[in-house]
């Protein structure tokens, strides 16, 4: 069961009356409810306990009062009278078990009543994340980049494997996955990578990939059996539409090259590599992946898109200037994320200090990858609520 529906079902019994009962709502604890959240807030996303006791408490219900009166979303409002119709059937329930103790309609009444408390609950954590916005680049394709880091020849062997990891993640989920650019190592391994990857809620997974990927293993070239420590980098950019994103052709300088390395008779005869600089800042994509001259084209530019929106992206955060510190991480490339510890069979994630075993299940990419991503999306839901309750309880107290 998730995380977050955990949660909520501790909470219940403490939503009815704060969206169906005005008049029964205790007197808000201002200082104490505000002093929880903001502890939360400091403690990261490690204090489970803490986080019921908010979702359970009056800080939620004066949330839930504050965009109420700000008017709601019709999906909001939806999600809102439907649990206002299971709570009194629920009542209503629980009423006609009390006055009738015939056998059959205690074994009926149990059913209905399990069947409302599942549907309650349900109904509840599709509120809360209702109430936390979504990020506008989450429903984009995007554009992976792994590159070999610290350790050589096993750097570029661990490389190979973990992009083949989101292949396979990739056609798990149902994605498109197209190599935009593949330069290998002599032994096998891989130097650097870039895919596209298209599909539903692709960035909205694979955000939270990005980073520094290390591995601690005995490398196959190792004779002396001593575990060393590799690294490679991940990066994950949102593919922008053109409505998002416009580039004015003049400000791009497009070269044509002959392409180099190994790959067929195209190699070093003809200019089918293509090289393409944006001017104003410098940013440069090239590909020489395709025997075509326009495919390569095509490709670089999707890669320069990406690249160039990933930059405005980043230059809008940092014009925001939030305070909010985000324990699943910045997702920036210079973070070290995930280690995968392979003589004792573990992946840690670093972001929610969390381990798993069984490493060759989880480089399949199919189901235990889902499963740490599944709670990487989680712990970013927990964090993301716990800041707009903060917020709305900072505007209660001035």
């Known amino acids: 069961m998730r995380l977050l529906s955990r949660a909520l079902r501790a909470a219940q019994g403490c939503w009815a009356a704060a969206l169906l009962h005005p008049s029964r709502r205790a007197a808000p604890d201002r200082g104490s409810a505000a002093g929880t959240c903001l502890l939360l807030l400091r403690c990261g996303l490690t204090a489970r306990p803490g986080l019921q006791e908010l979702l359970a408490g009056p800080a939620l219900r004066r949330l839930l009062e504050a965009r109420g009166a700000g008017g709601v979303g019709p999906e909001l409002a939806a999600r809102v009278q439907r649990l206002r119709d299971k709570e009194q059937e629920l009542r209503e329930t629980r009423e006609l078990a009390r006055q009738d103790e015939s056998e059959d309609l205690?074994?009926?009444?149990?059913?209905?009543?399990?069947?409302?408390?599942?549907?309650?609950?349900?109904?509840?954590?599709?509120?809360?994340?209702?109430?936390?916005?979504s990020e506008e680049t989450d429903e984009s394709d995007l554009v992976m980049e792994v590159t070999a880091g610290v350790g050589g020849q096993e750097a570029m062997l661990f490389t190979s494997e973990i992009f083949d990891m989101y292949q396979r993640y990739a056609a798990y989920k149902k994605w498109k996955f197209e190599i935009l650019e593949y330069f290998p190592s002599e032994i096998g391994g891989l130097r650097h990578a870039v895919a596209s990857i298209a599909g539903l809620e692709a960035y909205k997974y694979m955000k939270f990939e990005g980073g520094v990927h290390r591995v601690q293993r005995v490398p196959k070239t190792e004779k002396q059996g001593r575990i060393h420590t590799s690294t490679t980098t991940v990066a994950i950019l949102p593919q922008p539409t053109q409505?998002?994103?416009?580039?004015?052709?003049?400000?791009?300088?497009i070269e044509t090259k002959r392409a180099t390395g190994a790959g067929g008779q195209h190699v070093n005869t003809t200019d089918s590599a293509v090289r393409i600089v944006h001017i104003p800042t410098g940013i440069v994509s090239e590909c020489q992946q395709e025997r075509s001259q326009i495919r390569n084209k095509e490709k670089a530019m999707q890669m320069l898109s990406a690249k160039l929106y990933n930059a405005k992206l980043e230059e809008e955060t940092r014009k925001r200037n939030s305070v909010r510190k985000i324990q699943i991480g910045t997702k920036g490339r210079s973070e070290k994320i995930r280690t995968y510890n392979f003589p004792q069979d573990r992946i840690t994630d670093h972001?929610?200090?969390?381990?798993?075993?069984?490493?060759?299940?989880?480089?399949?990419?199919?189901?235990k990858l889902d499963e740490m991503i599944q709670t990487l999306r989680e712990n970013a839901d927990y964090e993301s609520l716990m800041e707009i309750i903060s917020e709305n309880e900072k505007k209660n107290l001035s």
């Open 106 to 133: 205690q074994k009926l009444a149990e059913k209905e009543i399990a069947a409302c408390e599942e549907e309650i609950a349900e109904l509840k954590q599709q509120i809360v994340l209702l109430l936390i916005p």
């Open 351 to 367: 972001r929610i200090s969390r381990s798993v075993h069984h490493i060759e299940c989880f480089m399949l990419g199919e189901e």
């Open 243 to 253: 409505m998002k994103l416009q580039i004015n052709p003049k400000d791009l300088r």
